[in-house]
C-alpha cells in the first residue's frame, strides 16, 4: 500500500564538513549508514556548487537526446549490448550510461546532442564521484573496512557511471515507475529535486513492512544511499537501502532522473 502522506526523515550530512574530517560530521554519517543506510548530502559548497547550473542543462540535453527516433544514429551507435554502459530503451524507460573510466580516458565517443554540454558533463562526473568517494572514504576508516579497489585512478578500470534516467510521462503520481530493490556497487548518489523515492518503514523487530514513506525533496542536496557490496565489506554493519521510485505528483510528465553509482569491481 503506497501512503504519500507517509513522509522519510533523513539525516543531511554537510559534504564541505566532510571532507574536512568534521568528527560531528562523520559521526551523522556514519549513524545513517549503520541505520536508514540512505541520507542527503548537502553539495552547497565551492567545490562543488557548480552542479545546479550544469544539471538542469543536461537535463534539457538528455531530452533532446532521449526524444530522438529509436532508430537515429545517435542511439543506436550509444547502444551497446550487454553491458550496462552506453544507451539502453526498454519498456516504458530509456537511458544513456557514461563509464567514469573510459570517459576520464577521453576514449569515450559521446552522442553529438551531447557534445556540447561536454564541459558540464565533466565538471558533474567530477563533483559527484569527489563527493561519493569522500563518503565511501571516510565511511571506511571510521569503521576499519579496507576495500583496496576504491581508487580514484580513472585508468583502473571500474563500472563507476554516471547514468542518465528518462521515463515517458506514462503514470499517475505515485505509480511506481521502478519496483523496490537495492543498488550493486558500494554507494549510489541519486540527483534528487522531485518527490520520487520511497523506502519501507519497518516494524519493530526491524523486518520490512508492506508500507512505504516517501523521501521529502531538500533543496540543495543529492540522495547518497549504501549498496550492496559495501554493506557486505561491512559485514552487516552497514544498511543496503531498498528503495523504489514513483511517478513525480502533478500532471503526467517525463522523469528525468541522474544517478552516479560508486563500482570500483569489475563485472
Ligand atoms: O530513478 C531513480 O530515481 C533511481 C532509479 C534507481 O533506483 C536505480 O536505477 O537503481
Ligand atoms: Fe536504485
Not at 557486505?232 to 513525480?248: D, E, F, I
Request: charged share 25%; net charge negative.
Amino acid at each position: 500500500m503506497s501512503s504519500p502522506e507517509k513522509m522519510a526523515s533523513l539525516a543531511v550530512v554537510n559534504y564541505e564538513a566532510l571532507a574536512n574530517k568534521d568528527a560531528a560530521e562523520v559521526q551523522k554519517l556514519v549513524t545513517a549508514c549503520q541505520t536508514v543506510g540512505m541520507f542527503y548530502l548537502d553539495l552547497r559548497g565551492p567545490s562543488t556548487n557548480a552542479i545546479f547550473e550544469d544539471i538542469p542543462t543536461i537535463f534539457k540535453t538528455g531530452h533532446a537526446f532521449f526524444n530522438l527516433p529509436h532508430d537515429s544514429n545517435e542511439k543506436t551507435q550509444s547502444a551497446r549490448e550487454g553491458m550496462e554502459r552506453g544507451y539502453h530503451a526498454g519498456k516504458g524507460f530509456e537511458y544513456y550510461e557514461i563509464a567514469r573510466d573510459e570517459y576520464q580516458l577521453g576514449k569515450w565517443v559521446l552522442p553529438a546532442t551531447f557534445e556540447p554540454e561536454k564541459e558540464r558533463i565533466t565538471r558533474t562526473i567530477n563533483s559527484f564521484h569527489g563527493a561519493i568517494q569522500t563518503v565511501v572514504a571516510e565511511l571506511c576508516a571510521a569503521l576499519d573496512i579496507r576495500i583496496p579497489e576504491l581508487s580514484d585512478d580513472a585508468a583502473v578500470p571500474s563500472d563507476t557511471a554516471l547514468k542518465l534516467l528518462y521515463k515517458p510521462p506514462m503514470h499517475e503520481p505515485g505509480h511506481v515507475i521502478h519496483p523496490w530493490h537495492t543498488d550493486f556497487g558500494l554507494a549510489t548518489l541519486l540527483w534528487y529535486d522531485e518527490v520520487t523515492t520511497q523506502i519501507p518503514i519497518y516494524d519493530k523487530e526491524g523486518k520490512q513492512t508492506d508500507d512505504w514513506e516517501t523521501v521529502p525533496v531538500i533543496d540543495g542536496t543529492v540522495l547518497i544511499n549504501v549498496a550492496d557490496e559495501l554493506a557486505a565489506q561491512s559485514g552487516g554493519r552497514l544498511h543496503s537501502t531498498v528503495h523504489r521510485v514513483v511517478a513525480p505528483p502533478g500532471p503526467k510528465r517525463v522523469r528525468n532522473g541522474i544517478i552516479y553509482l560508486l563500482r570500483p569491481y569489475k563485472v
